[in-house]
Every structure is written in structure tokens, then in C-alpha cells.
Nanobody, 124 residues
Framework: QVQLVESGGGLVQAGGSLRLSCAAS????????VGWFRQAPGKEREFVAA????????SYADSVKGRFTISRDNAKNTVYLQMNSLKPEDTAVYYC????WGLGSTRPETYAYWGQGTQVTVSS
């Protein structure tokens, strides 16, 4: 069982930046595809970004393209989400997830493991 722990959330003003981290409990994490998803109050969980096991392939939701960057450091069993130019509509709980296929995916049902989430609040 892979345990994922997100950190780095918080309160930031619009236009600011945050970097989220997703740390895994086992070294096999380096072979997993990883995605970031978010869920705002009253809304469904939505895809944000994903990265393949080696970091060579990334994908982003249109709403964050050009502002967010996903990356990973497999030596540290950690995936990052750098969020710049934050907007109030980015306010949500952010979750990281890992799948066993090694590829990033936009579909939450393809992920086997999920973290508990970290709150990001962007004030206007």
C-alpha cells in the first residue's frame, strides 16, 4: 500500500505562488504515474496536471496551462506542483494520486492511490 502525503498548501493572495509536494512512502513510487487533482466546495473533483514515471511526459488542464508546472524528483520519492499567478478560482483541496501504469492520466478512476489532500485558498 502506497501512502501519499501532500503538503505546501495555504492562503495566498491572487497573483501569488505556492509549491505543493506529494511525498510517497516507498521507492516504487518512482515507477508510478502521478496526477494532481482538485476539488472545490460543491464541485466535482477535476484534473489539474499529470506526469509520467520518468517525468518525460506531462499534461495539464487548460485552466492551469502556463501557470502550473508539475515535476518530480524520484530520488526523493516526491512530485511537485508549482503554482504561479494564482487566481481565486484555484481555491480547492488539492490531491495527488499515483497509478501503477507509469503514465500520467487525466481520469481519476485510473489512479489506485490517493493522498488526503491539502487546502489551497487564494484571496482576491
Amino acid at each position: 500500500q502506497v501512502q501519499l502525503v501532500e503538503s505546501g498548501g495555504g492562503l495566498v493572495q491572487a497573483g501569488g505562488s505556492l509549491r505543493l509536494s506529494c511525498a510517497a512512502s516507498e521507492r516504487a513510487f518512482s515507477s508510478y504515474g502521478v496526477g494532481w487533482f482538485r476539488q472545490a466546495p460543491g464541485k466535482e473533483r477535476e484534473f489539474v496536471a499529470a506526469i509520467s514515471w520518468g517525468g518525460g511526459t506531462t499534461s495539464y488542464a487548460d485552466s492551469v496551462k502556463g501557470r502550473f508546472t508539475i515535476s518530480r524528483d524520484n530520488a526523493k520519492n516526491t512530485v511537485y506542483l508549482q503554482m504561479n499567478s494564482l487566481k481565486p478560482e484555484d481555491t480547492a483541496v488539492y490531491y495527488c494520486a499515483a497509478n501503477l501504469w507509469g503514465l500520467g492520466s487525466t481520469r481519476p478512476e485510473t489512479y489506485a492511490y490517493w493522498g488526503q489532500g491539502t487546502q489551497v485558498t487564494v484571496s482576491s
